[in-house]
T-cell receptor, first 113, second 112 residues
Framework: DGGITQSPKYLFRKEGQNVTLSCEQN?????MYWYRQDPGQGLRLIYY???????QKGDIAEGYSVSREKKESFPLTVTSAQKNPTAFYLC????????????FGPGTRLTVT | KNEVEQSPQNLTAQEGEFITINCSYS?????LHWLQQHPGGGIVSLFM???GKKKHGRLIATINIQEKHSSLHITASHPRDSAVYIC??????????????FGQGTILTVHP
């Protein structure tokens, strides 16, 4: 089955630690995205990548970093510089040409204490 | 003001009722997504539309490009429809071309 996997589903970290969230897709999509969801707010774009070894900042990139070494993988690191890291993180992907539709992963809920 | 506004924010219904969720936006768009998010958090796409109306089972989505408004209707609602429904627009041009902007979501609870 094709799809997007994110692991783990729940992640707990102490303040001051960096943490990396995994996102893998086997849909052969070129573009991948990371969103953050907070209660009562719409999803906000953190970073996106349209091609391997290239990525762009979204609306709320501060305190986050990404890499895109393989087409299938787009890990997100939440650094200690992110002031409010506790949130629900969603990864998405889409084909670059021929479709606007993004496909979403199951999400990772990160809690930092 | 947000570029995408949904109403209502919370909606409670009895099983069998007809439900409408509204989405208004203020930017030029290529298309509009209706998404469903269940309590576990994963998001699935219900519809993507750029004009007119689409129907899938008990769900109907409409869009009026001139009025910058879309509605999601659920006929004969069921408790399993309880979820968060999210409207997202795909920007049409400029530096935001292809970008998704999301509404804040509508929390729907359907009681048996």
């Amino acid at each position: 089955d094709g799809g997007i996997t994110q692991s783990p589903k729940y992640l707990f970290r102490k303040e001051g630690q960096n943490v990396t969230l995994s996102c893998e897709q086997n849909l052969n999509h070129d573009a991948m995205y990371w969103y953050r969801q907070d209660p009562g707010q719409g999803l906000r774009l953190i970073y996106y990548s349209q091609i391997v070894n290239d990525f762009q900042k979204g609306d709320i990139a501060e305190g986050y970093s990404v890499s895109r070494e393989k087409k299938e993988s787009f890990p997100l690191t939440v650094t200690s510089a992110q002031k409010n890291p506790t949130a629900f993180y969603l990864c998405a992907s889409k084909r670059l040409a021929g479709s606007y539709e993004q496909y979403f992963g199951p999400g990772t809920r990160l809690t930092v204490t | 003001k947000n570029e995408v506004e949904q109403s209502p924010q919370n909606l409670t219904a009895q099983e069998g009722e007809f439900i409408t969720i509204n989405c208004s936006y203020s930017v030029g768009i290529s298309a509009l997504h209706w998404l469903q998010q269940h309590p576990g958090g994963g998001i699935v796409s219900l519809f993507m539309l750029s004009s007119g109306k689409k129907k899938h089972g008990r769900l109907i989505a409409t869009i009026n490009i001139q009025e910058k408004h879309s509605s999601l209707h659920i006929t004969a609602s069921h408790p399993r429809d309880s979820a968060v429904y999210i409207c997202a627009v795909i920007h049409a041009g400029g530096t935001s071309y292809g970008k998704l902007t999301f509404g804040q979501g509508t929390i729907l609870t359907v009681h048996p």
